[in-house]
């Protein structure tokens, strides 16, 4: 969520480039730095295009004490980090500004788009995931993955190959975070059940009393279905059953269509026409 | 204990075949109701009372699985943006005072004609309801297939309904529909109704928040797992108010169907619109065959036929295996589809990234 100070300083920002009436790239990121790579490419396309360019540094946790801590420290540091950017930008041409913003990626994207004129794409840089990005957006998405060995081998100075590889080391990363996390809902599912049937003739005495009692079988179950429900959901996708990215990004994407036809109801007030 | 019907109750002994398969009738079951929203639990009370646990604590524990399987496969769909939680918890409102109906008309059928006649009032319900609105999403399932896949277009009925302004009106964002309550009350009591009659209100829900609400299939589906939640939850509360839950079982068809629900929630993010709307027609006429197989049995009892004792006892039976052939042939249909999708899907990334 943005507050009023940070709209207040964004537009003060924004406005020194939206004036100039030129197509806008929004590139968002929740680092403290932007990924080299990914703000490099995004330069290069501002520059063909002749497009400007907005970075969103988003602080999507803005209510964690340690996190406003961390905030309030990133603040110069994040400064520094893109002067860099904002010289490279300014070398070439390309009008370039920061802003801040806090709460959801999703939110942000959607509140720019609607606040800033002309935005014809969004940026995201890594660890932004695309459905997160997708469902808030009205423009479209890009994401850019370098890869730093396949530049090296093309070696022809700043060129650089955008292509979505590394998608196999990430899946790899993620299949042991799940397994390490069915592993333990798994143990705790066990000893649920091993509770249970261990214990099974106190537990059926007290479970089937009825009355006040009758709280107890809903409780269990609502424990259960926590343990067994993170359990079995890890356990799929440990096995790598996971749902449709194609599909999800489609059926979010639809919906924010759908959404803002749904919310707009016919005016059906009287009106009173002078003339 | 609470209620004069506890002191005759007899939990059964539990042995490890027991135990193996309610886990695996869960998981089939979960699998379906991840899928369609609903209709995978209709087999666990009877399946339960072939094992020898008496119908209502058959009833009960499988009522107080029904509502954490709800929950789980509508924060599963919901992570992929297929829940409209405010038109669930508005449904589920209604279809909780359905119930309530429900009940009132079954003790009135029962105090009228008695054991038979109650049985033979909800097979009449089951086939009907089945046959009608089955036969009807089977027929717009193959039509859509023969199009070509969905159109986007919503139902006639849906369509004009959503145009009448009728106080008070209310915008479900993420169906993406604007419609007035009082066309979402009928169909939210008629789930409720169905519920406490035949114990699976979705053959009604789903395809009334299809055709008459104008929700998408994925939606509607989604959506109706909400709604089961919130009866199951008020059903379970009543039941266990009795003493009549025996959380042995609840806990094992659980453990079967929570890996089904998710499964089955997975799958609908591979398939297309109208697979789920097959699905559940295809579910929906076999169970009325199933049902109407059972009906002989309480003709018999009331007196209106006479047939052979041989003759029913052989149809009953054949109700029993036809109705698992229902959810196993569901079940199948859903892998099928999902795999096949799954495995399209990631030929196309394949050949992706070796382009």
Known sequence: ?275 | MHGPVTEAIQFIDLNLSYAIFLIIVGFIGGLVSGFIGSGGAFVLTPGMMSLGVPGTVAVASNMCHKFPKALVGSIKRYRYGQVDIKLGLIMGLFAEIGVQVGIQVQKVILEKWGQAGSNLYVSIAFVAVLVIVGSFVFRDAIKIKKSGGDTGEKPRLAARLQKIELWPMMTFKRAGLRISVWFIIPVALATGMLAATIAVGGFIGVPGLMYIIGATSIVASATELVVAFVMGLGGTLIWAYYGMVDIRLTLLILGGSLFGVQLGAIGTTYVKDYMIKFVMGTIMLIVAVSRFLAMPKYLNELSVTSFADNNVSLMSQTSFYVMCFALLVGAAIILIAMFKARSEEMAMERAQASS
């Open chain 1, 1 to 275: 969520m943005g507050t009023t100070a940070d709209n207040g300083v964004m537009q003060e920002k924004t406005a020194q480039v939206t004036g100039l009436n030129k197509s806008c790239i929004l590139f968002v990121t929740k680092r403290t730095r932007p990924e080299a790579s990914v703000m490099e490419s995004a330069i290069n396309v501002a520059d063909r295009l002749g497009s400007k360019i907005i970075v969103a540094c988003v602080n999507t946790r803005p209510h964690l004490q340690a996190e406003q801590q961390l905030s309030r420290l990133r603040v110069p540091v994040s400064d520094q980090n893109l002067e860099h950017f904002r010289l490279q930008a300014q070398s070439r041409g390309v009008d370039f500004a920061c802003i801040r913003e806090d709460g959801k990626i999703s939110r942000v994207i959607k509140r720019l788009c609607h606040i800033v004129k002309r935005v014809e794409f969004v940026i995201i840089d890594r660890e932004i995931e695309m459905e997160e990005a997708a469902s808030g957006s009205t423009v479209p998405i890009f994401s850019v993955v370098s890869s730093e060995l396949r530049s090296e081998q093309i070696g022809r100075g700043r060129q650089k190959q955008t292509f979505f590889e590394g998608g196999n080391q990430m899946k790899a990363t993620s299949r042991r975070r799940y397994f390490a996390k069915t592993l333990v809902f798994g143990a705790m599912t066990a000893a649920l059940y091993g509770i249970v049937f261990a214990y099974q003739e106190a537990i059926m005495h007290y479970w089937t009393k009825g009355g006040i009692y009758a709280l107890l079988p809903v409780a269990t179950v609502f424990v259960f279905s926590y343990a067994h429900g993170s359990f079995t959901g890890n356990f799929w996708s440990a096995l790598g059953i996971e749902g449709s990215k194609a599909s999800s990004l489609k059926q979010k994407t639809s919906q924010a269509t759908i959404s803002d036809k749904a919310t707009k109801r016919p005016d059906t007030r009287p009106r009173v026409q002078v003339n």
